[in-house]
């Protein structure tokens, strides 16, 4: 696990909360995060993680997406794209 990246789609309570568990176990390098919104990328800046605010940036990168957003913003579009990229 600790050699895996994972992205985590959505910085609020979910994904926050799901970063700091993760975090524990494989710390902050292997973790980066997407959220569109600017306060919430913020936040995660601050605490050190990398940050994008497109997924079309985080897919490549990751091995690993855990969804941590509402279904308004993940639609059958990304994860056709999630699909495509990472798995």
């Keep these: 696990l600790s050699r895996l990246k994972i992205g985590i789609i959505g910085y609020g309570h979910m994904g926050a909360a799901v970063a700091k568990e993760l975090f524990k176990r494989i710390g ?3 973790i980066i995060i997407c959220d569109i919104n ?8 601050h605490l050190g993680y990398k940050c994008y605010a497109e997924m079309v940036t985080l897919i490549p990168e990751v091995d690993i997406i855990i969804a941590a957003a509402s279904t308004q913003i993940l639609g ?3 994860f056709n794209q999630m699909r495509n990229g990472a798995l």
């Design 28 to 30: 902050q390098k292997n």
């Design 38 to 45: 600017d306060n919430h990328l913020n936040k995660a800046r």
């Design 76 to 78: 059958p579009a990304e």
